[in-house]
């Protein structure tokens, strides 16, 4: 240690040593900033800031040892070979480079360390290069220990500036290494130099070589446009890659034109036509862009403002885009920059808004508008050229329970399988729609009518008959079809989805599973019958139903004993409809649910304003035992209104108790244990059968007016009507015999024992008794005045 600084002081002019100092910090300076600008770069990028590191470190290493050596006053006077003057830096250049680029490619944490040592050993082969490049008549001698220890610590010091350079980030990814580098240059060059010593020779002949002087003003030169090249290259990529990084970050494409041809383009750009940027460089702006197809040819110019064009890509596919001029400088020059935004995405978008708005989501079929204006077109053409059309209304049958059982998922994936058997089955011409639920609808246009529609109904049932198996997959569905044919069974888009669910209607009527066509005549009952039902679901609410009441009456002594509540329905059209020709249709439609509850409300509201408690009866309907929540509802309506449940009677007959007979009785028990009365109705027709009355002890039974009507003709009823009242009386149950209207047919009935009659002898329906229970006296007056 003691030795180099003695060298330092006694045998270098201090002044040169500080330029070689400095030479040697601004070079490690250098270096280091390069190395960082490689590390962060990739591909061809790193390749060439790698080279330009190895160049900075390099021609830094051998400046400052031949500024030290200029510095350095051996007794002799020396000078400089010139090729091995220029092999030294060449060596210095090729060691730094293979040292920085193993060093970056490098994934082992001793990479970095390795490279170190790499580069301290070629330091050391540039010095000892260099000094083989030194002419002057005498001998250089080294000691060989201190070449050793350079050799030694020189790279070692090499090692850890590389080590700290990647261990260290921020400012001391810099300052370290750099300060670690410059200390390793210098260590190895005056740690040998201190043991070299110059023995003067004067048969040693000096041959021609560099001038200390030119060698002093070369390295000074190198050593500057190497601090400048160095700066200046970092200053011009770090802006002009902001720049450049900035342009390329932008999600839209930028092209540049200037004198009418493209002179660069951004990345996005580069990426949406699909070319490289050396085929677009010339090429005029208007030879990239197309109108949109369906548009008129636009004028071949670019235009400032904002304007939807295609695209056109190397490959010839056209991408939609917005594109949008601006005038800027650019290199020094007024360019055009157009700015061109891809809308493949939104166009796509609006093609998928403009779909769902046209197509039903589940099954991508048709919706109802669409479905309806491509009626209405296929209706204006058939008519310009006279031909024929069918319009074919569906509905799935079991649909609704496998969707109830199986769920809601299972339902979807049936009417997926629905609309893929209809594609199969209708041609391409034909349009298949969902109108919802489980209701769809063909238009079939181009055929001769109605072989056509035959034709298309029978594949229909085919396909369904075998990808839909009823009898073995519970969870298969099937289809009914109506069908009407323009224009003989409508011209109007209305009129003919009228008939074709009219026809659709008696399909389902008459069994299901078959196509019925439309026939005026076949189906004005059917038409009639719908639009009942339409008007039924409305009466409650247009006041159209109103209650009657007939009484019942003891035959002992001609007392009122209760009252019948009977529905009535008086339409704005028909009149007044009777209880059978609605209630039918109200079960079948399921408005007798509503309508039900309706009489109900009303009936007890009523009662409970008579002045005699007497009791009410009210007909229940069997699908109103379908409903869980019936006995609620008669629990909530007597709350409501305030009638005492023993009051009120329910009257029934056996058809309410064919399904769901376990439910249906349940019900009852708990309706008998709050006190309401259970009425069998209609007892001897239908499906009667003693085991009911054994399993569940009705209150009273009522015996049909069928029988009574044919009391006094037919022996048959008569014995009937006596075994039911024999019956009761076993049962110790009331028995009330509807229907009667003469003296004799009284006068058969008490004879039989029977003690309660109702009909129209004793007393017509008629308004609410408001004014109190009818006695004994008044049924005559009663009867006389309903005569």
Known sequence: ???????????????????????????????MLLLQRAERSEGWQRHLWTAACA??????????????????????????????????????VAASWIAFATALVGTSRYAFPGAGIFLGLGIAAMHVTGMRAIETQGRIDFDPQMSFAAVLFGP???????????????????????????????????????????????????????????????????????????LGAL?????LTDLRGLANASLEGMVIVCNGRVVDANERFVNLCGA??????GRKPEGLFASPQGHEPRERQIDNGPAEVELICADGRRVPVEHVCRTIEYRGRQSDVIFVRDLSARKEAERTIEHLAHHDGLTDLSNRSSFERRMRQALAVAAARNEQLAVFCLDLDRFKAVNDIF?????????????DILRAAAGEADTIARLGGDEFAILQTGAVQPEAARQLSDRILRLFAEEMDTHRDPMAVGVSMGVAIYPGDGATAERLCNNADTALYRAKRSGK?????????????????????SDLRHAILRRQLFLEYQPLVDVHDDRVVGYEALLRWRHPERGIVGPNVFIPIAEESGSIIQIGEWVLEQACAEAVRWADPLPVSVN??????????????????????????????LELTEAALLHNREDVLAALVRLRLLGVRIVMDDFGTGHSSLANLQTFPFDKLKIDCSFTAALDKDPAAHAIIRAIIALGHSLDLPVVTEGVETERQKQIIVEEGCRQIQGFLTGRPGLAPSAGAISSSDAPALRHAEA
């Open 156 to 230: 070692l010091i090499a090692a850890l500036a590389l080590h700290a350079f990647r261990a260290f980030g921020g400012a001391h990814k810099l300052v370290a290494p750099t300060l670690l580098l410059v200390l390793a240059i210098c260590v190895l060059h005056f740690t040998s130099m201190s043991g070299v010593t110059l023995v003067p020779d004067p048969s040693v002949a000096a041959a021609d070589a560099f001038d200390p002087v030119w060698l002093a003003g070369g390295v000074v030169v190198a050593s500057t446009t190497l601090i400048l090249t160095a």
């Open 407 to 419: 769920g809601h998922g299972e339902g979807d994936r049936i009417l997926r399988k629905v609309a």
């Open 55 to 92: 160049f900075a470190c390099g021609v830094g290493v051998w400046s400052t040892h031949f500024i030290a050596m200029l510095a350095y006053d051996g007794g002799v006077p020396i000078a400089y070979d010139a090729w091995g003057t220029l092999f030294s830096a060449l060596v210095a």
């Open 276 to 281: 490289k940027v050396a085929d677009l460089i």
């Open 1 to 31: 240690m003691f030795s180099v600084l003695a060298c330092i002081s006694d045998r270098h002019d201090w002044r040169l040593v500080a330029v070689a100092a400095i030479v040697c910090l601004a070079g490690s300076a250098a270096t």
């Open 513 to 533: 599973g078959i196509a019925c066509f439309f026939d005026a005549e076949m189906d004005e009952t059917l038409r009639s019958r719908r639009q009942m039902e």
């Open 620 to 649: 229940i309907s069997p699908v109103q035992f379908l409903v869980p929540s019936l006995f609620d509802q008669i629990a909530g309506i007597l709350r409501r209104t305030g009638l005492e449940p023993r009051r009120l009677e």
């Open 235 to 239: 200053f011009i990529d770090r802006h």
